[in-house]
């Protein structure tokens, strides 16, 4: 077998240096710290900014390949998962490595259970949100306020508390989702139903209205159920990698959380599903749709929305499903008007040679957005029910990242490009700058 190492010359000293790969194909940034033009030297960095092409940790939780399509969660594949499995089953997957038995699932759903209520101070505290304010913000401030209810989850390394808290924010979320929701409505909150399912008791604190009991439609359950086990995690996206940052400080799981939902509501992340609705809107009918992929491929307005994936070059697994799960929705709901113009956007672009030849596929916003809509969702709350998803990923990638020996805090390195060292001159002093520009060359 070939050496699995790599030797580097430099020339600026025309020394060489044997660096080991190690994984198959990776090699330790560190290692080129000991190419030196001298002792004193700092050593060579890489720089590689949004982590295009460097691994930040090495993780057993979610496996991708992108060029065929593939995403599994602990080598279970999506479509098994999605077709058979809970979501807090595959919760159960994520967070601890394995499926359960029926004995471990029935204790792990009773200890989520016994967790789905918050503390009344947290129902007043989101009362204290605007009429107007949007869920996601009002997610994100209320995880964050959960660590002073919760002082105890700063022992993130004692196990058991790392547990407790996994229980608590799994059976919280939603909790908390839903009374954002019902705030933005003005509508009293409704405490959880722990004769429902997971999924159910979402939507009936979302929906319930005067009725004693609110019986969830099983289609819609299931749909949203399918929905969650889609979004449960995928690797090292921008919000895991939030998660793992700011709990690499060994801050409490509920603050770290807060950190990874604020990703999530970047238009980037959590938002494209909406962008594809707005898209959709502005399209408008399926005869228009010619003309419109004409202008995505100029590039004159925007891009095709829920179209393309850094990491898929192929059909994103998860988008089958949104498909899928489009039809059975809209069986209950009728029909969203906008699938036709969605049906035939995805028709045409997979025959394009544009979209073809840079391996641009439907992506899982391209439905999902459409399929919430006809659920009643507003826009607002998109990003809402990705954050419930994800939550069980963010805590299964936060505790490997605690676990895990090689992890410190996270602190990249910079290459220093400003200013020269300079003299302080006192204010009375200082020259006038010529020109706006010169005063604030490098402000926000
Ligand atoms: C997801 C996305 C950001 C990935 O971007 P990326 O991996 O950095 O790919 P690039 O931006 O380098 O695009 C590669 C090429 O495909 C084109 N392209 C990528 N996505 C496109 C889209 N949705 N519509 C039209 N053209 C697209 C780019 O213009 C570029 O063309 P060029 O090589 O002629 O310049 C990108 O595909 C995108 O903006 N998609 C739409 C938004 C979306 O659905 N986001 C949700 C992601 S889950």
């Given at each position: 077998m070939a050496k699995q190492s790599l030797t580097i010359t430099d020339n600026r000293t025309s020394k060489q240096y044997e660096i080991p790969i190690e994984e198959g194909g990776v090699i330790r940034a560190a290692a080129l710290r000991d190419i030196k033009l001298n002792p004193n030297d700092f050593g060579l960095m890489s720089y590689d900014p949004a982590f295009?092409?460097?691994?930040s940790c090495k993780s057993r939780i979610t496996f991708i390949d992108g060029d065929r399509g593939i995403l599994r969660y602990r080598g279970y594949a999506i479509e098994d998962l999605a077709e058979k499995s809970s979501y807090l089953e595959t919760a159960y997957l994520i967070v601890k490595g394995e499926l359960p038995n029926l004995k471990h699932f029935k204790t792990w759903e009773h200890n989520i259970k016994v967790h789905t209520m918050v503390h009344e101070n947290i129902k007043k505290f989101m009362e204290g949100f605007r009429y107007d304010a949007h869920p996601m913000g009002m997610l994100v401030g209320t995880v964050g306020a959960m660590s002073t209810f919760y002082p105890d989850a700063k022992n993130i390394e004692d196990l058991e508390s790392r547990r407790l808290q996994t229980r608590r924010l799994i059976g919280k979320i939603p909790t908390i989702a839903a009374y954002a929701y019902r705030h933005t409505r003005g509508l009293p909150y409704v405490y959880p139903d722990n004769e429902l399912s997971y999924t159910g008791n979402f939507l009936s604190m979302l929906f319930k209205m005067t009725e004693l009991k609110y019986e969830p439609d099983p289609i819609l359950e299931r749909a949203l159920d399918v929905l969650f086990i889609l979004h449960a995690d995928h690797e090292q996206n921008c919000s895991a990698n939030a998660m793992r940052a700011i709990g690499s400080s060994k801050v409490d799981p509920y603050s770290a959380t807060a950190g990874a939902i604020a990703a999530l509501f970047g238009p980037l992340h959590g938002g494209a599903n909406e962008d594809v609705v707005r898209m959709l809107m502005e399209i408008g009918s399926v005869e228009k749709v010619p003309a419109a992929v004409k202008s995505f491929k100029e590039g004159n307005s925007r891009r095709l929305m829920g179209f393309g994936h850094r990491v898929y070059k192929n059909y994103d697994p998860r988008a089958r499903f949104g498909k899928k799960l489009a039809s059975e929705v809209f069986k209950v709901?009728?029909?969203?008007?906008l699938i036709k113009v969605a049906l035939e956007l995805e028709r045409i672009a997979l025959e394009d040679d544009y979209f073809v030849a840079r391996k641009l596929y439907p992506n899982v916003d391209f439905y999902t957005g459409l399929i919430y809509q006809a659920m009643g969702f507003p826009m607002t709350m998109f990003p809402v029910l990705f954050a419930i998803a994800r939550t069980s990923g963010w805590l299964a990638q936060w505790a490997e990242m605690v676990r895990d020996p090689e992890q410190k805090i996270a602190r990249p390195r910079q290459i220093f490009i400003g200013s020269a060292p300079r003299d302080y001159i006192k204010m009375d002093h200082r020259p006038e700058p010529e020109s706006r520009e010169e005063r604030v060359s490098d402000s926000i």
């Amino acid at each position: 077998m070939a050496k699995q190492s790599l030797t580097i010359t430099d020339n600026r000293t025309s020394k060489q240096y044997e660096i080991p790969i190690e994984e198959g194909g990776v090699i330790r940034a560190a290692a080129l710290r000991d190419i030196k033009l001298n002792p004193n030297d700092f050593g060579l960095m890489s720089y590689d900014p949004a982590f295009i092409n460097t691994a930040s940790c090495k993780s057993r939780i979610t496996f991708i390949d992108g060029d065929r399509g593939i995403l599994r969660y602990r080598g279970y594949a999506i479509e098994d998962l999605a077709e058979k499995s809970s979501y807090l089953e595959t919760a159960y997957l994520i967070v601890k490595g394995e499926l359960p038995n029926l004995k471990h699932f029935k204790t792990w759903e009773h200890n989520i259970k016994v967790h789905t209520m918050v503390h009344e101070n947290i129902k007043k505290f989101m009362e204290g949100f605007r009429y107007d304010a949007h869920p996601m913000g009002m997610l994100v401030g209320t995880v964050g306020a959960m660590s002073t209810f919760y002082p105890d989850a700063k022992n993130i390394e004692d196990l058991e508390s790392r547990r407790l808290q996994t229980r608590r924010l799994i059976g919280k979320i939603p909790t908390i989702a839903a009374y954002a929701y019902r705030h933005t409505r003005g509508l009293p909150y409704v405490y959880p139903d722990n004769e429902l399912s997971y999924t159910g008791n979402f939507l009936s604190m979302l929906f319930k209205m005067t009725e004693l009991k609110y019986e969830p439609d099983p289609i819609l359950e299931r749909a949203l159920d399918v929905l969650f086990i889609l979004h449960a995690d995928h690797e090292q996206n921008c919000s895991a990698n939030a998660m793992r940052a700011i709990g690499s400080s060994k801050v409490d799981p509920y603050s770290a959380t807060a950190g990874a939902i604020a990703a999530l509501f970047g238009p980037l992340h959590g938002g494209a599903n909406e962008d594809v609705v707005r898209m959709l809107m502005e399209i408008g009918s399926v005869e228009k749709v010619p003309a419109a992929v004409k202008s995505f491929k100029e590039g004159n307005s925007r891009r095709l929305m829920g179209f393309g994936h850094r990491v898929y070059k192929n059909y994103d697994p998860r988008a089958r499903f949104g498909k899928k799960l489009a039809s059975e929705v809209f069986k209950v709901t009728g029909e969203n008007p906008l699938i036709k113009v969605a049906l035939e956007l995805e028709r045409i672009a997979l025959e394009d040679d544009y979209f073809v030849a840079r391996k641009l596929y439907p992506n899982v916003d391209f439905y999902t957005g459409l399929i919430y809509q006809a659920m009643g969702f507003p826009m607002t709350m998109f990003p809402v029910l990705f954050a419930i998803a994800r939550t069980s990923g963010w805590l299964a990638q936060w505790a490997e990242m605690v676990r895990d020996p090689e992890q410190k805090i996270a602190r990249p390195r910079q290459i220093f490009i400003g200013s020269a060292p300079r003299d302080y001159i006192k204010m009375d002093h200082r020259p006038e700058p010529e020109s706006r520009e010169e005063r604030v060359s490098d402000s926000i």
